[in-house]
């Protein structure tokens, strides 16, 4: 598959695996994800981070739970 949609993966097997602990559990805990995924390689690791980082701030903006 295509890496957006192995991250997504990824994702959606944190979030079934935090769900069932906090089912366990008496606490409640939402989780946001910024993935980055590219075609070329970034010139830095900086430029990785600052664009996972605006990732993750969409995906909190969308809500608990959300991915971008």
Do not use: I, N, Q
């Not at 939402?30 to 430029?47: D, I």
């Not at 980082?53 to 739970?65: E, F, I, N, S």
Request: with cysteine.
């Amino acid at each position: 598959g295509s890496d957006a949609a192995v991250a997504g993966e990824v994702v959606d097997r944190v979030r079934a695996t935090r769900a069932a602990r906090m089912a366990a559990g008496s606490c409640s805990v939402t989780a946001s994800f910024g993935v980055v995924t590219y075609a070329a390689v970034p010139l830095t690791r900086g430029e990785v981070l600052a664009a996972a980082d605006a990732a993750l701030y969409t995906a909190k903006r969308a809500g608990p739970g959300g991915a971008h």
